[in-house]
Nanobody, 121 residues
Framework: QVQLVESGGGLVQPGGSLRLSCAAS????????AGWYRQAPGKERELVAS???????NYADSVKGRFTISRDNAKKTVFLQMNSLKPEDTAVYYC???????????????WGKGTLVTVSS
């Protein structure tokens, strides 16, 4: 039952902050690369931020300077800190990660089921 579970979504006012968590099953060996995607109503899913196994990060231009992706390897969790939120950030946010399931260095791609973020006054 290996899975990724997102949490932390909800309703927040413009200018507010929210932190999303993406927790992998404790049974996995480790998280390799990971990323956060989002999909707004009527739009295609887009990559928001990514992080490598060694902590190198990349961001979409639309969120650069406002969002921060990070990871806690001990907790096998990836985070997305979202600051200065705008209404256009409203979307379902999905976690994606390449998971190392054992000591064999072959990762498998997993998706979470998403968590809704609504930015509105």
């Amino acid at each position: 039952q290996v899975q990724l579970v997102e949490s932390g979504g909800g309703l927040v006012q413009p200018g507010g902050s929210l932190r999303l968590s993406c927790a992998a099953s404790r049974s996995i060996f480790s998280i390799n690369a990971a990323g956060w995607y989002r999909q707004a109503p009527g739009k295609e899913r887009e990559l928001v931020a990514s992080i490598t196994s060694v902590g190198t990060t990349n961001y979409a231009d639309s969120v650069k300077g406002r969002f921060t992706i990070s990871r806690d390897n001990a907790k096998k969790t990836v985070f997305l800190q979202m600051n200065s939120l705008k209404p256009e950030d409203t979307a379902v946010y999905y976690c994606n990660a390449d998971l190392i399931l054992g000591r064999i260095p072959e990762g498998m791609d997993y998706w979470g089921k998403g968590t809704l973020v609504t930015v509105s006054s």
